[in-house]
């Protein structure tokens, strides 16, 4: 953990202030962010069900990088090892590094791009709030967040190309299509018989 790392995060930390408007929407984001993503994936499904299902596979591509990648390297959090913490949002003491919320945020802001820039512009606004609570909330040091984000970044942008190339989405949509059909077909009512 380099000297930078914790000034930086003393200096975003120590200007915390949880009672005041703005410092009350860094801990929503800080505590509620996932959720967030969460809800509008499920949502996008009514709009663009491929993009969601991929941003849907990003996110847990992502997730589960970043935990695996959290089993090689143990980092404290902020509040579990320095004396001077504004700690505004109630965590356990366990492994901050990398930060999964700044991972899976990202991943899926960067595949929604792929698919729409507006869409994908208002998510990468979201996940840099939700990054930048985490820090300010002071359960992540800034060197947690931006591999975070490396992480989802990265698993976003190669999820993306390995999936085109394979068209996966089409060929389990052709596939599922050619099912119903033929299921449709096996229980619509034969027209050979003779009507009496």
């Known amino acids: ?101 700044a991972a899976a945020a990202a991943a899926i802001s960067v595949m929604l791009l792929r698919f729409s820039r507006p869409i994908g512009a208002i998510f990468i606004g979201a996940a840099a709030i939700v990054g930048f609570s985490r820090i300010w909330v002071g359960v992540h040091y800034p060197g947690d967040v931006l591999v975070g984000f490396a992480i989802g970044i990265t698993c976003a942008c190669v999820l993306f190309a390995v999936l085109e190339r394979l068209r996966l989405y089409e060929l389990v949509v052709g596939k599922l299509r050619a099912f119903a059909e033929r299921d449709s077909k096996s229980h619509s009512p034969s027209r050979g018989g003779k009507s009496t």
Not at 24 to 39: M, S
Not at 57 to 78: E, F, H, N
Request: proline share 3%; glycine share 6%; hydrophobic share 50%.
């Open 1 to 101: 953990m380099s000297d930078l790392d914790i000034r930086l995060f003393q200096f975003i930390n120590d200007n915390a202030n949880g009672n005041t408007p703005l410092g009350h929407a860094f801990i929503r984001a800080a505590d509620w962010g996932d959720w967030f993503f969460a809800l509008s994936l499920v949502l996008l499904l009514f709009r663009n069900r491929k993009m969601a299902l991929y941003g849907m596979a990003a996110a847990a591509l992502t997730v589960s990088v970043s935990r695996q990648i959290g089993k090689l390297y143990w980092r404290d959090r902020p509040f579990a090892e320095l004396e001077e913490v504004n700690q505004l949002l109630i965590h356990i003491e366990s492994n901050g590094f990398p930060s999964d919320h």
